[in-house]
């Protein structure tokens, strides 16, 4: 049986070994550690089976600056960890299925993620560039995508997404 919800303080440890095992490097799991220590984390959420903690997501507040001057609050998805051993089986698809019906309840309206193109636009993600929005990184364009959970919330203006300082040391 599979359990997913929201982190704890004693979920810490586990965590930051997940992200750091399924990563092959710790520099996911320190930004989740910098996002949590400088309370830039959302939504963060772990995955359990059998009293182990096989999973992690987390959620941190973006801006996406229109060039008009404009501003949107978005939040990235970022990152999403399983361990090795239990890759390929579900679990991430079910964590950031359950994640997003999250954040949509909450009221959020954008989520932006930079990832494998194959696989997030099973959620719905497309391509920024296709909404004119514009990664602050030099990344193939089918990998930075986004998701409106309100339709229509970009009114195709275009801009560049801002993310927190934290993420400039992955």
């Not at 965590?15 to 984390?41: K, M, P, S, T, Y």
């Not at 930075?144 to 801002?162: D, I, K, S």
């Amino acid at each position: 049986m599979i359990e997913i919800r929201p982190e704890c303080s004693s979920d810490v440890t586990a965590i930051h070994l997940v992200n750091a095992a399924a990563f092959q490097q710790e520099n996911e799991a320190r930004l989740v550690d910098q996002l949590r220590d400088q309370g830039g984390l959302t939504l963060s959420m772990v995955c359990i089976q059998d009293d182990q903690i096989i999973g992690h997501i987390a959620y941190s507040p973006v801006v996406v600056e229109f060039d008009d001057g404009g501003s949107l609050q978005a939040l990235a998805l970022a990152p999403v960890a399983i361990l090795p051993e239990h890759q390929n089986s579900g679990v991430g698809t079910h964590l950031i299925q359950v994640s997003l019906d999250i954040l949509k309840a909450q009221g959020h309206h954008l989520v932006i993620v930079l990832g494998h193109p194959d696989y997030y636009p099973r959620f719905g993600f497309k391509p920024a560039s296709g909404f004119n929005i514009r990664s602050p990184y030099p990344v193939p364009n089918e990998a930075f995508m986004l998701l409106e959970l309100t339709a229509g919330t970009l009114e195709n203006r275009p801009g560049v997404v801002r993310y927190r300082p934290e993420f400039d040391g992955v």
